[in-house]
């Protein structure tokens, strides 16, 4: 770390309080009468991490330039995100009852409710993009924003994280009991790749393109992400076995319960956290030509795999 | 009508396999092996009327551009149309089997791929604006692009269709059974404004914006498509009444099973049919500035009101 003064509790508590209050300037702007409003606020505004929206703003920081660029970018990704998690949560598909420590929304506001507010929190992310006048300043060049639309789209569909939630789903069950081993470290990786690794790789990509990076560094910023991504999800199955559910807001084993593919069945507990460590290295290694603007993402990366939520 | 040799039945025809062709074109890319894309296709590719891309390609053939220009957003409409028919028809929502003649996608692959379908087509209709190339030419400015996103976004989502879906499940009924009198007119106007109203208005106004017309026309196509919209809409509630299963590929009368409120449980069927009348003539009222390319947005007008499905 080359920036002794850098406080990394410090980022991450100022930048979500930054994403937060963007967050609710665009609700604010809808009818809060509205039960259709109401469910939306109540996914959106239920107090995650928002590793997404800081990634992207601290991507955009270790471009040098006017992280601010990226709010745009920060709060969409963020809206796609509680998006998923509504539909995920949806009896239809896991069948939850808890969400970072609340009532899933359809718990609270019933099955169609829920469908709808996932459905407009996808769309409106899509507005903010493309018209993020009037809610932020400065906002990225025109072509920028419909670059991101791009980016973000690509991310979260068809290619990306709705076939990683397919998967997630339906996992090759053959596959994983062939010979009574486990799945392959191959298939699992793929499925997170595109469940959660796309849209983390957006978020950093996204920093880079809200301020018109140079190719050059967003190429590096791929590498870093790509890691972060996987080791972000190592981690999540890792806490899934052994988490606090207190801390986070959801119960402990429920993926062995739902007989999840995770890494630690796939290469054991101590084997998994070796893994986490490994890739959070390689991220940071991505990094070793960005300047200490780039200390943020940096530390994100140790972040990631010592978080207990 | 200025132009004699305009024939409606071949415009249809001919444009909406233009649309086939190229939402074929779009799915192609896709690996077709996935249960997922099987999925889209399935519902996307069912033969469907097609009225929003038609009447976007009709409005910029209007604007005397090269229409070809609104093809993304043409198929970009209809697969944000057909989104928003797979969520209708789920379990949680309106549990419907049959929709255009066919299983509706969670009869065919289940409610957790018919959720992930409908939002992978409403993320892929994003990404096709925001990159057609390769699949389309020639294809709008990027600054038109944008502004296709932002159109079609705002028709989409939380002020738009997936509100008017929230009214349509949750309609005022107080306001309704007030007094033994039926629901008001501007009430029920309101939630098809929304539902069907502002996507219909959104397709008219993409085929301005895709070849870059003046504001000018653009105002005089915005009261043709607000017209158009509210008397397609009259028609729809006309043919649940009296349509025949056949043709519609859904069962008459569902409206009246579900207590659904319809123009003609508001107004009669008779002054149904003559309100359906005079909002198409209004429409081709707005365009009498227009010279005979917009004989095909004329013609729609009363196509809309005389159709049997």
Redesign the interface.
């Known amino acids: 770390m080359n920036n002794p003064v850098f406080n990394l509790h410090t980022f991450l508590s100022e930048h979500k309080a930054l994403v937060n209050v963007h967050l609710e300037k665009i609700l604010l702007e809808?009818d809060s009468d509205?039960?259709?409003?109401q469910a939306?606020t109540h996914s959106l505004m239920a107090g995650g991490k928002r590793l997404r929206p800081v990634l992207a703003l601290a991507s955009a920081r270790a471009c040098g330039k006017d992280f601010t660029l990226a709010l745009p970018a920060a709060c969409a990704l963020e809206m796609i995100h509680t998006y998923s998690l509504i539909?995920d949560d949806?009896?239809?598909?896991d069948d939850d009852d808890l969400r970072r420590g609340k009532p899933t929304c359809?718990k609270k506001f019933g099955?169609?409710?829920?469908?709808?507010a996932?459905?407009?929190l996808?769309?409106?992310a899509?507005?903010i993009?493309?018209?993020p006048h009037g809610l932020f300043d400065p906002v990225p060049e025109?072509?920028n924003?419909?670059?991101l639309?791009?980016v973000i789209?690509?991310a979260?569909?068809?290619?990306g994280m709705?076939?990683g939630?397919?998967l997630d789903?339906?996992p090759d069950r053959e596959n994983k009991i062939k010979g009574n081993k486990p799945c392959s470290l191959d298939h699992l990786k793929n499925i997170h790749a595109l469940k959660t690794g796309q849209m983390i790789l957006a978020s950093v990509v996204c920093g880079a393109v809200s301020v018109n990076a140079p190719a050059r560094l967003r190429k590096q910023l791929e590498v870093y992400a790509s890691h972060v991504g996987l080791a972000f999800q190592v981690m999540d199955d890792i806490l899934n076995v052994q988490g606090d559910p207190e801390k986070m807001g959801k119960a402990a084993g429920s993926d062995v319960l739902k007989d999840k593919l995770t890494f630690p069945v796939v290469m054991g507990l101590g084997q998994s956290k070796a893994y986490a460590k490994k890739l959070a290295d390689q991220a940071v290694d991505a990094l070793d030509r960005f300047d200490n603007n780039a200390d943020p993402l940096r530390a994100i990366a140790g972040y990631v795999i010592n978080r207990d939520r």
């Open positions: 809808l509205r039960k259709l409003v939306m539909h949806l009896p239809g598909m359809h099955e169609a409710t829920a469908i709808l996932g459905d407009a996808l769309t409106h899509f507005t993009l493309a018209h025109p072509q924003l419909l670059e639309v791009a789209s690509r979260a569909g068809v290619n709705v076939e939630q397919m789903m339906h």
